[in-house]
């Protein structure tokens, strides 16, 4: 997109509002109960780690390699 896609032009010209304050707060009186944590598989806590240390091996093996 360029600066003349009338597109872009239409959003330059629409005004900012600000959603009035009951609306604010009714949103997150309803989204709060529905955030929950979630508990991670340890499967994948164990896959990032495995593939970090085969990074870094493997970053220490070609720092290895071009220094010899």
Excluded: G, Q
Aim: charged fraction near 20%; hydrophobic fraction near 55%; include cysteine.
């Amino acid at each position: 997109m360029n600066p003349t896609d009338p597109v872009l032009i239409r959003l330059s010209e629409l005004r900012c509002v600000e959603p009035r304050a009951d609306l604010t707060a009714r949103i997150r009186a309803a989204a709060l109960p529905k955030l929950e944590l979630r508990r991670v598989h340890p499967v994948w806590s164990w896959a990032v780690v495995a593939s970090v240390m085969c990074y870094l091996l493997w970053a220490v093996h070609f720092v290895a390699a071009i220094s010899s």
